[in-house]
């Protein structure tokens, strides 16, 4: 420390990694990323130097942020920041996931939406095991609450699609083991929600004339994403939000291409949320 200044090493320089660079306080420096790729050695992410470890560690950090969310990674990745003998502060992914901006954006539209009287239902397409659903469905108890999966994961179609314009490495059936059932346990209001489990957006047909004011769209892939745009967007009120997950990702390329295809012929400026995969929110005038 530095008249008051943790100077830090982010380990692992991937899209994780950029976020945390992003949402440094003022009170936080980053020296550099370190990676055990040596390809990346050499090179910059956002203007910061990426550096194999043991030279990262040779600038005497106070503090190493392990920039991983998976529990096996960040084992790892501390097992051989001991090894080299680094005997200092170490701060863990899921210390990364206290804070969550997404979620904090999204009750912030809710209370806005709420207050301004913002006429519509709120939705969801990609809700997996209802851990956003639930927080949806809390921030907006008195309106209906549109819910669309396959509650099977990731289809065969989709991901031919993803794969062949080289998008993601994505597979069928990734994000299964899920159901109706599980999530519908987990809504603080249950008895305002609506399924449809399912292809989108062959799934969509139901909701043809309903009015939307919050719509989170977080189905990792292209094709649904692309869908699912023009189809909760005509259909918002003004003054009503699509909050869309995985922008930025780069492990999920396909959602940020299909938002920015969308952005473009509609002429629209998304916002961006500094979370921790990269979220945008689209506000209808
Ligand atoms: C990342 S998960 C959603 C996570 C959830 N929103 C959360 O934060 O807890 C992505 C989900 O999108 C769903 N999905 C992807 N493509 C789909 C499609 N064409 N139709 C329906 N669901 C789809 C998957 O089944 C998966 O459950």
């Given at each position: 420390m530095k008249n008051g200044t943790c100077f830090v090493v982010l380990f692992g320089a991937g899209q994780i990694g950029a976020m945390v660079s992003r949402l440094m306080g003022p009170g936080y420096r980053v020296l550099c990323f370190a990676d055990n790729q040596p390809a990346k050695w050499g090179t910059a992410l956002l203007g910061i130097p990426i550096l194999p470890l043991q030279e990262g560690l040779a600038l005497a950090p106070d503090c190493v942020c392990l920039?991983?969310?998976?529990e096996e990674r960040s084992s790892a990745m501390e097992g051989q920041l001991r090894s080299e003998g680094y005997a200092g502060a170490i701060l863990r992914p899921n210390d990364l996931q206290i804070f969550d901006a997404r979620a904090a954006t999204m009750r912030l539209l809710a209370e806005q939406i709420c207050e301004a009287n913002i006429p519509g239902d709120a939705a969801e397409l990609g809700v997996f095991r209802g851990g956003f659903a639930a927080l949806i469905n809390a921030a907006f108890p008195d309106r209906r609450l549109h819910l669309f999966d396959t509650f099977e994961g990731f289809s065969e179609a989709d991901v031919a699609l993803e794969r062949g314009l080289g998008f993601s490495r994505a597979k069928a059936g990734d994000f299964g083991g899920t159901s109706t059932d599980l999530v519908r346990q987990k809504l603080p209001f249950p008895g305002q929600a609506a399924f449809y489990p399912g292809h989108f957006p062959e799934t969509f047909g139901p909701c043809e004339d309903t009015v939307f004011a919050f719509v989170s769209i977080d189905a990792d892939l292209y094709a649904p994403t692309a869908a699912a745009l023009p189809l909760f967007w005509d259909r918002l009120s003004p003054g009503g939000v699509l909050l869309i997950h995985d922008v930025n990702s780069t492990q999920f390329g396909g959602a940020g291409q299909a938002v920015r295809a969308f952005c473009r012929e509609r002429r629209l400026l998304p916002m961006p949320v500094c979370d921790l995969h990269g979220s945008a929110v689209l506000r209808k005038n």
């Open positions: 920039c991983v969310l998976d």
